[in-house]
């Protein structure tokens, strides 16, 4: 194993139990080891809920996952969302949802590339006027790329060599006047800033995004963005590891 690689777990293991205590440092070793190897020999089946009142379709452990890290434990912050609000890496819409019903007079855009996850984004934002859906992923540059899918589960689907064919385009190529940005791309969260140097500049918004995908992200990350504007980081530990980012 990578030796970085190897301290950023251990370091994420003692502080999970420091700041969560036992419980959940064996609930995340369990997500992290035992279930996605159960999960690629029984497959789940998507089931149809009820989130905030409406249908909403996922496998019962991705949904449990989200509804517990981006609506129990708010780690994305949503009550800073205002305005125009842009969700990088959607998935099945839980934040999109979450920031529909406690934000509905604003308007959310949302952007997942893998199309199977699309269709399902689809059916579960279809009750929210103000969400709107766009097929494609983020990144630095338009272009055609490949979404590499995870069986077991479609959250970590990622951007790579070998999978199935999808669209990457620019925040800036949509020109949206963007107050609130939300990310959480499997490890290309630095390239989605990077493609949206000009939405940043001029918008400024608050920046919420996911900082364990990769070792360096919790330093990479702040840097990429203050290349761009200024900006202060706080590292969040509220479900997951993210940065929380506002202007100065």
């Not at 019962?60 to 949503?78: A, F, R």
Request: hydrophobic residues 35%; contains cysteine.
């Amino acid at each position: 194993m990578n030796s970085d690689r190897a301290e950023s777990i251990w370091q994420r293991a003692k502080r999970t139990y420091k700041e969560y205590g036992f419980w959940l440092l064996i609930k995340r070793i369990l997500d992290l080891y035992y279930f996605p190897t159960y999960r690629h020999y029984f497959p789940e089946k998507n089931v149809t809920t009820t989130l905030f009142g409406k249908p909403f379709i996922g496998t019962p452990s991705l949904t449990k996952g989200l509804v517990n890290e981006v609506i129990l434990c708010d780690q994305y912050h949503v009550g800073l969302a205002h305005g125009t609000i842009v969700d990088a890496g959607a998935n099945i819409g839980a934040f999109s949802i979450f920031a529909a019903v406690t934000h509905p007079e604003s308007t959310i855009y949302s952007f997942e590339p893998t199309p199977s996850t699309f269709e399902m984004l689809k059916e579960n934002t279809k009750h929210y006027p103000n969400i709107k859906i766009f097929n494609c992923g983020l990144g630095e540059r338009n272009m055609s790329a490949s979404i590499v899918k995870v069986p077991e589960n479609c959250g970590q689907n990622h951007i790579g060599d070998g999978g199935e064919p999808c669209e990457i385009k620019t925040i800036d190529s949509f020109d949206i006047p963007m107050d609130f940005l939300k990310i959480d791309s499997e490890g290309y969260e630095a390239n989605i800033l990077r493609g949206a140097t000009e939405t940043i500049k001029k918008h400024r918004p608050i920046v919420a995004m996911s900082a364990y995908h990769k070792p360096e992200d919790k330093t990479e990350l702040p840097n990429v963005l203050n290349s761009i504007a200024s900006y202060d980081c706080v590292l969040s530990f509220s479900g997951e590891e993210d940065l929380i980012c506002k202007p100065l």
